[in-house]
């Protein structure tokens, strides 16, 4: 009978992967980004690539993003999420050899001396836009446009299939362009001899590759921190100095802060005093009960905390145990007192204080062999009484069966 013998190399290799860390066996999530129209005189046009088009088919390269958590669209809208660690990345990859477009001598990326973008306003310079050249432009959670990022030269300085990381992204709103312009030799003279052959006529088109897209934090979290000692304050904490709100570079989260304090009817409520928008660094240092509540546009997800600022013992128990007024005042009522930190403490009953206080007083090791010694006393007595009591009843029993016998005895007529 033959034995099938098992590979254990298929089993190594699941293990040796397993053994891997996460990142080194995750792909990086990659998104890609923009298309080619003809942009027309200042690149401020966006007709199709048609047919007709030198153009038509091929494509100079692609621009991807990297680094992110999460990608979000709605209609033409595209929003990446961000979380601690990522390093969101605009990247391109040049896909073209610019003096052989297409796998044709003809088709050149040319130098584009009077070049301008309209759309970005970028000024007529004398040296142009030379061999393609790269904007960026980011738009600030202030709605504050920076200066165009400009890379003149940008398809010459790259090699063609190289991927080439163009930018780490904040947050913010960003337009990026690709202008270059594309030299068609499509009449040329044939070389005579020494003569070489050159164009006639060549003809010059304008394209770009242009898009947008925003980068946010994916999370909905505010830091609260003690206006005093800068620490964090996590929820329901209780402060008496304050606290600042930290927005911690998520500019785009909607944060509201309600600010309660007890109602002056004495009922079981709590009147609000305020509840508005927070901005970054705002401290608050009022006392009363603070809901701080953080929501991210992006994601719709909300954060809530809870933080007491103050000294008053029954709001401070209100905002850290979660009883309503009614619960604590019924609880006081009953003996309950508040502590420092705002927790409810029931004092102990007289006998188990006293039991306490006893037990304490005494020797561990002595109270347990005294109780080894006595616990079994009480049902030996007990046995040792019902047992005295049996003998004395039989004995009793005994001797009045004697008598009676002898009673009878002489009662008895004597034979004559």
């Known amino acids: 009978m033959r034995t099938k013998r098992l590979s254990i190399l298929p089993a ?106 309209e759309r970005l306003q970028t000024e007529k310079t004398e040296s142009g836009f030379g061999r393609g050249t790269l904007l960026i432009r980011q738009t600030n959670y202030q709605n504050d446009e920076s200066e165009v990022q400009t890379y003149v030269n940008y398809l010459a300085g790259i090699e063609a299939g190289a991927e080439t990381a163009v930018a780490t992204l904040a947050e913010g709103d960003y337009e990026v362009a690709l202008d270059y312009e594309v030299k068609n030799d499509a009449r040329t003279t044939p070389s005579i001899g020494p003569i070489p052959s050159f164009s006639i006529l060549p003809e010059y088109n304008s394209y770009t590759i242009r898009f ?42 909607d944060i509201y802060v309600k600010r309660s304090v007890l109602s002056s009817n004495g009922t079981d409520l709590v009147d609000v005093r305020s509840n508005e928008p927070a901005s970054d660094g705002t401290s608050y240092t009022e006392s009363g009960i603070y809901t701080i509540t953080a929501t991210n546009p992006a994601t719709n997800q909300t954060t809530e905390k809870v933080i007491y600022v103050g000294n008053e013992p029954l709001l401070k128990c209100y905002a850290i145990t979660g009883y309503s007024l009614s619960e604590i005042k019924t609880m006081m009522d009953q003996g309950a007192t508040i502590a420092e930190d705002g927790s409810i403490q029931w004092p102990e009953s007289p006998a188990v204080a006293e039991a306490g206080d006893a037990a304490a007083e005494e020797d561990p090791s002595e109270a347990k062999a005294e109780k080894a010694v006595t616990l079994p006393i009480v049902p030996i007595v007990a046995v040792v009484i019902v047992a005295a009591g049996a003998v004395a009843f039989a004995k009793k029993g005994g001797k009045a069966a004697e008598l009676k016998a002898k009673e009878v005895s002489d009662e008895k007529p004597k034979d004559n």
């Open 212 to 253: 947008k897209f925003s980068v946010r934090n994916g999370n909905a979290m505010v830091f609260l921190l003690d206006s005093a000692t800068g620490s964090e304050l996590t929820d329901s904490a209780v402060t008496e100095n304050g606290f600042m709100v930290d927005f911690a570079k998520s500019h785009y989260l």
């Open 12 to 117: 190594l290799a699941l293990l040796c992967a397993l053994m891997l860390p996460a990142a080194a066996r995750a792909e990086d999530q990659v998104y890609y980004l923009g298309t080619t129209v003809n942009a027309g005189e200042g690149y401020a046009k966006s007709d199709d690539v048609s047919a007709k088009d030198p153009h038509y088919v091929w494509s100079i390269g692609r621009f991807y993003l990297t680094g992110f958590t999460n990608v979000q669209r709605e209609g033409d809208a595209v929003t990446f999420l961000k979380t601690a660690g990522d390093d969101v990345t605009l990247k391109f990859r040049l896909d073209q050899d610019i003096d052989c477009l297409d796998g044709k001598s003809t088709l050149t990326i040319s130098d584009d001396s009077d070049g301008y973008d």
